[in-house]
């Protein structure tokens, strides 16, 4: 449990201790001065004075799992936590670039807490590598049907037709949906393939304003503008994507700190985005989007799936929520195509709202697991069975 979620969850329940338990991490036995208690909420103070980066957890020594995590903090810098401890043995783990402290044991005692908290066994940058692997391979194998779909558009725009077109942005704007560009995961590439419409612009001028890919030929094609005028912008994607394929070619082209947060990240950047009618720049497929989203959530929990089956209590009912979620924007397409947002009633958007935000809050249980950590001992050869 990262310190951010330990200290949320602890909120209900009444403190342990009047004052705050001061934990000297460098120190030899300043670690020790906290041996355990009665089951509750903890307030602590971390102390550093080491010298390096250093990182605490509390950890069950029996199964590996964490309940309390202080993140990277330097020499003499202090950091105060608030977590829910249940009943258990554990011992702090402190972790520097070169040296790793265990303390004495820290024995909790007394009744259940009136919530599960769930431990978290670290997920390694090396435990994510093959999941990341996946994703690139995923990701690469659909980059061809993206530049077909792009290519055709220009050659549409080349014949003149301006509403084949428009159904031809949407397919390759939809394919590229699902590859997690909701997350701007790709740097400047991924802004002249997906820029968002510049804020402050108004909608009537957004053909003419300064920003490039899917985004600006959509304000282009839906404000009928010349086609010969819409074919530079899809030149100029054609090329982006491109080099969006050279980039994945890359070592590291998706690291493991964004492998853990991408599919709950790609929902936020939905509600901020997409559910607020911000990113439209004409098209109205705002919903559209949204469905292109979660699918690209699926694609990017699926490697992940052999740590959170081991890991994620709520992984099943994160998957129910993402299909109750899917189902019900899929409602709001026909066969004429899909409804714009602002065609939704008031009802209808709050409960795709209220959807995608329940799935985005499931999600971040996924996150928090997958999180790349230090490794608290030699765990051996990495599985993923």
């Not at 790709?186 to 009537?204: F, K, L, Q, S």
Request: glycine share 8%; charged share 20%; proline share 7%.
């Amino acid at each position: 449990m990262s310190s951010r979620t330990a200290s949320a969850a602890a909120q209900s329940l009444p403190s342990s201790r009047p004052q705050p338990i001061v934990l000297i991490v460098g120190s030899p036995y300043g670690i020790d001065d906290w041996l355990g208690g009665q089951a509750g909420r903890y307030d602590f103070v971390f102390v550093n004075n080491e010298g390096a980066g250093a990182e605490v957890y509390l950890e069950d020594p029996a199964t590996g799992r964490i309940y309390l995590e202080v993140e990277h903090f330097g020499r003499g810098v202090s950091r105060a936590v608030t977590a829910p401890v249940p009943p258990g043995t554990y011992r702090w783990v402190c972790i520097t670039d070169y040296t790793i402290k265990y303390s004495r044991p820290v024995v909790v005692t007394g009744d259940p807490l009136p919530y599960d908290v769930h431990g978290i066994v670290p997920v390694t940058g090396l435990d994510l590598r093959i999941p990341i692997n996946s994703y690139v391979a995923w990701i690469t194998g659909q980059l061809p049907t993206l530049t077909r779909q792009v290519e055709e558009l220009r050659d549409t725009l080349r014949a003149g037709d301006a509403a084949k077109a428009r159904c031809d942005w949407l397919a390759a704007h939809l394919t590229y949906e699902t590859l997690g560009g909701a997350y701007r995961a790709y740097d400047e590439t991924g802004d002249d393939i997906n820029a968002d419409p510049p804020r402050g612009v108004a909608p009537d001028r957004l053909a003419d304003a300064d920003f490039a890919g899917f985004r600006k030929i959509e304000a282009m094609l839906w404000h009928d503008r010349p086609a010969a005028t819409i074919v530079p912008s899809v030149d100029a994607l054609v090329e982006a994507i491109g080099r969006l394929a050279e980039e994945l070619a890359l070592p590291n082209a998706i690291m493991p700190i964004d492998m853990g947060r991408r599919a709950h990240e790609i929902l936020e950047d939905a509600l901020q985005w997409d559910l607020n009618g911000i990113g439209d720049a004409g098209s109205q497929s705002e919903l559209a989007t949204v469905d292109a989203n979660l699918t690209g959530v699926w694609q990017a929990l699926d490697p992940l799936r052999p740590i959170l089956r081991k890991q994620n209590p709520y992984l099943d009912q994160t998957d129910e929520q993402l299909r109750l979620t899917q189902q019900l924007v899929r409602t709001h397409h026909h066969d004429d195509g899909w409804v714009g947002l602002k065609h939704l009633s008031v009802r209808q958007r709050a409960a795709v709202n209220a959807a995608v935000q329940h799935s985005v809050e499931l999600l971040s249980h996924a996150a928090a697991i997958v999180d790349p950590r230090n490794a608290t001992s030699d765990r051996g050869p990495i599985t993923h069975d």
